[in-house]
């Protein structure tokens, strides 16, 4: 149920007027991913659905096919190939124009609305222009600049924000006990408790110390060990630059602003890195991992260009 | 003929023209009956079922199995080659493996029968591939004075089936027992050079830069706009190989330790390698790199002219 959903305020205020059948057009919930975006709808479905007493452990039917993921009226759209492909619209579309099964109103959520190709976007232009009275349509996307005008302007936009370190740390320490590691991925994820529970079960601390041994590397000038070490971990190599991301940040925060480095556990041998640079370098180092994971979309081959960016600041440091 | 009364035929290797002749003699054994079957598709149990059927005609069979390596080879055929009696050959399976290395379940059938391997004869091989000329002259009763062998490998490459292909002609030509010259080759010869990515990533390196042109064209012609991402690859690993070698060179290393550090034979190295890596330096080819990152990216979106930035990045590398 709505109330369930924390630190959204503003979200549960919208999903809240669509349950209450005050608001009736198609929603687009901005922000990143694992903020509570899937779970709002998902919640909102089950407020609207629940046939019993609309409670979070409700057993009626309607509950207990929404818990399954089974219920016939409630449609999630996600990109297949990182795409929202135009059959699945399509499909959404035939769903839409009929009535509801057993809900008193179908719901319809396109998880990666950003995702969606033009022919697709296209394709929902008039469904989201007059949607059927008994439709609701919930569209998920990063950032509304990423879909294109014609859809966006037939949605409500509602923003999403980032979650609460201290939030995302009480979720955490449910299945975690080490304290020192449950505030690490909590700062890690920048917000998102999906991303910290994945994170947290699958061990993506040790990518993290991978990423800091490239570093040290660097300056130990060990070349081959570099490549080598970056082609070990080619398939994860995006996510590889986030934290090398958040690592260069730390270096240059870590003399005057410790309280705001991510990766606190570490502190002390990002505090020994800071004094084998300079910090105009480390800020050019920054500014290139931003640009190369902006470029990572273009499907060039990760594996050089981070062997590039290594080398490049590596080379910078001797003059 | 000998050999072909072994219950088991395996002939395996990356050299798909050989694969394939060795397939067709197999389909042409006149005394048995031939079931010509694909593996791409066939479970292991329809295989051995074909196997257990004799013909009605009481002619024994020969199963010409091609794509072996995508049979699963589970226990059903391992349990069939494990019970077949190597002086049962009232059935033979040929069977034709396309890959460089044995899958186990073939490797098993090898040891109650006959196995060849026809492995792609390596880039730098070309006394190897001089040996399988001067060979297969030989088996077609053809004398090839001095020359010829070489003049077919310059214009034929490493194309083995083009490679047949003439000493056949020339079979027809000259006839059986009788010696070829330069002067019937001129008469036969179809040129189609070819070229490879990595060729042309070798002779920039070497700072060749008519050969690398010259082979860039070749390759051009054969394979269109196709080929502008397997070039920039090429040059993408033989810069980050020059790279680490410069850098192993700059350090001091031994020869033997530089040979070891890039997984290569201390003699090549020496032979082949160090000459090239001494005609860079390491601001050369970091700035190839960060050449190569942008052409990286240029290729694989919708620049214009994306033939003119890979030929201008060879040539500069060869600068």
Known sequence: MLDEVREQDEGVYFLRRVVEGKYTSPIMLLGDEGVGRRYSVLQAAQEMFCSDERASRCSCANCYQLAEGIHPDLMVVTPDNGEVKVAAIRDLVVSARSYPTTAPVKVFCIDGADKMTLASANALLKTLEEPPPSARFFLLAETASKVIPTIRSRCGLVQYRRLSTEFIKSVLRKSDDDDERVSVIARMSEGSLGLAVNYLGSGRLALRDKVLNLLRLSFDENLSSLFSSIDGIEKELPLALKFLEQLVHDVILVRDHSSGVIHMDVAEDIGKMQERGTQVNWHRMLDDVRDLRERIRTRIFLPFHVKHLFIQTFWRRDG | ?319
């Open chain 2, 1 to 319: 003929m000998a050999d072909k009364t072994r219950p088991f035929r395996v002939a395996f290797g990356g050299e798909s023209f050989l694969l394939d002749r060795e397939g067709m003699k197999a389909r042409s054994w006149k005394e048995r009956q031939v079931v010509a079957l694909d593996g791409d598709g066939l479970s292991d149990y329809d295989l051995v079922g074909v196997c257990r059927t004799l013909p009605f005609d009481g002619r024994s069979l020969v199963v010409v199995l091609d794509n072996a390596q995508k049979v699963k080879g589970d226990k059903n055929l391992k349990g069939y080659i494990e019970a077949k009696d190597v002086t049962d050959t009232s059935v033979v399976l040929h069977a034709i493996v396309r890959s460089e290395k044995l899958p186990a379940v073939w490797e098993l059938a090898s040891k109650k029968g006959w196995v060849k391997e026809y492995s792609k004869f390596k880039g730098y091989d070309d006394a190897g591939v001089i040996a399988w000329i001067k060979k297969e002259a030989a088996d077609l009763g053809l004398r090839l004075t001095e020359g010829v062998p070489n003049i077919m490998l310059t214009f034929l490459g490493h194309n083995i089936g083009a490679l047949a292909g003439e000493l056949q002609k020339l079979q027809f030509l000259v006839g059986r027992g009788n010696d070829v010259t330069v002067e019937h080759l001129k008469l036969v010869l179809s040129p189609s050079p070819q070229a490879e990515a990595w060729q042309v990533a070798e002779a920039a390196a070497d700072k060749d830069f008519r050969r690398a042109l010259n082979l860039l064209s070749i390759l051009y012609r054969g394979e269109g706009g196709a080929a502008h991402v397997p070039v920039t690859s090429a040059l993408m690993r033989q810069v980050e190989k020059l790279m680490v070698a410069r850098h192993m060179f700059d350090a001091k290393m031994s020869e033997d330790e530089m040979a070891a550090g890039l997984g290569m034979h201390p003699y090549r190295f020496r032979k082949f390698f160090l000459p090239t890596v001494q005609k860079h330096r390491m601001p050369d080819l970091l700035r190839h790199m960060a050449r190569l990152c942008q052409l990286d990216a240029d290729v694989k979106s919708s620049a214009q002219s994306r033939r003119s930035l890979v030929e201008l990045t060879v040539l500069s590398i060869t600068q």
